[in-house]
């Protein structure tokens, strides 16, 4: 258990609707990173956000956003969504901002759009 | 721009043989490498990491990896497996020039034959 926690774990919606997966990050730390994992793209960054404040973009689509709360929890919303968007996202914290600080994952939240 | 490759998609070996994956990475300064596995349904776990120093890193579970920068690789290592080593193992390089993200390989399945 990486201590860093992901709701709901499994999530089915239709096209063009809209979602928000929640993460709450390990104890302490300040950094949350949000990852897609899909088939065809693999593991892929989209967002970094440290102490409520974007700190990196990835290849996050327009129709993607994310926001760090003031108890550092972190909620990525996806609207329009479409089939494409099916895959696994996973949230990550690390304690600071520190290049190659490491970085634990949890479990995932799986996305399904019919 | 930084990128990992992973050549082998699929590897089987039988349990109690060594083990080693290879990782090749890409990447214009210093590089801060990992090495993560991935459990059916599961998050990713770090098995190891590679910042300086030593270029053999010793991790959980009785990996190790070897950092050769002349050949720009980070293979992962382990000398005798066992059937629960059976799962994915994505190598990584981070960070980007901005934010702390890790750029991930295509990932290796590892399959343990008993």
């Known amino acids: 258990d990486s201590g860093v926690t992901q709701t709901p774990k499994h999530l089915i919606t239709a096209t063009g609707q809209r979602v928000t997966l929640r993460c709450s990050p390990r104890?302490?730390?300040?950094?949350v990173y949000w990852y897609q994992q899909s088939l065809d793209q693999g593991l892929q960054f989209l967002i970094q956000?440290?102490?409520?404040?974007?700190?990196a973009k990835g290849n996050i689509l327009e129709r993607f956003s994310a926001q760090q709360f003031p108890d550092l929890h972190s909620e990525l919303n996806l609207s329009s969504l479409e089939l494409g968007d099916s895959a696994l996202y996973f949230c990550?914290?690390?304690?600071?901002?520190?290049?190659?600080?490491?970085?634990?994952f949890g479990p995932g939240t799986r996305l399904l759009v019919l | 721009a930084q990128s990992v490759t992973q050549p082998d998609i699929h590897i089987t070996v039988s349990e109690g043989a060594s083990l080693e994956l290879r990782c090749n990475y890409s990447?214009?300064?210093?590089?801060?490498l990992f090495w993560y596995v991935q459990s059916p349904g599961q998050g990713l776990q770090l098995l190891l990491k590679?910042?300086?120093?030593?270029?053999l890193v010793q991790g959980i579970k009785g990996f190790e990896a070897e950092f050769k920068r002349s050949q720009s690789s980070f293979n992962l290592r382990k000398p005798s497996v066992h059937w629960s080593d059976a799962a994915e193992y994505f190598c990584?390089?981070?960070?980007?020039?901005?934010?702390?993200?890790?750029?991930f390989g295509a990932g290796t399945i590892l399959r343990v034959k008993s």
């Open positions: 104890s302490g730390d300040l950094s």
């Open positions: 590679y910042f300086s120093g030593d270029t």
């Open positions: 990447y214009g300064a210093t590089p801060y």
């Open positions: 956000y440290y102490n409520g404040e974007e700190r």
């Open positions: 990550a914290s690390s304690a600071k901002r520190e290049a190659g600080e490491t970085q634990y």
């Open positions: 990584a390089v981070g960070p980007a020039l901005y934010g702390n993200k890790l750029v």
